[in-house]
């Protein structure tokens, strides 16, 4: 886990350096190491902030690990960066594979089951499938 949590740092680090992202300074910990905590949170311990906070400061992965509410508003201060950061990645991928062949799924998914479903204002694009059984659902996709 420690390797991963490395690589998952380096990556983040050498992305944030392509986007020529700057920060202040006197900060104790740096943006890299804010969104790999969130990310190693999201990867192994369930989106739990403070288990994967606790994880890398007790391995010695982060030495300067934030507290739990610093490195909170710390994540939420980063969201934005996060979004572009994965923006790059995606148009990166996208150009590597210039075949432009893309998978679209299209088995609608169920929305609600219900005699009342015509008035259901949950999504718009919906269309209504009857069952064997003269139950009305309501399904959201495409029908080919």
Known sequence: MNNKILIIYCIVDDILKALEHREDPRR??????????????????GGN?????????????????????????????????????FMELGMLFKNAHLDMEYLVDS????????????????????????RPNAVISMAYGFIF
């Open 28 to 45: 104790q910990m740096e943006d890299a190491e804010v969104i790999t905590t969130g990310l190693v949170a999201a990867l192994w311990f």
């Open 49 to 85: 902030i403070e288990k994967a906070r606790s994880c890398l400061e007790s391995t010695h992965a982060i030495p300067d690990m934030l507290g739990k509410s610093r490195l909170c508003r710390r994540l939420h201060a980063v969201c934005d960066l996060i979004a572009q950061m």
């Open 107 to 130: 088995v609608p998914v169920p929305v609600c089951d219900n005699i009342r479903v015509r008035r259901s204002r949950l999504v718009r694009n919906t269309v209504a499938i009857l």
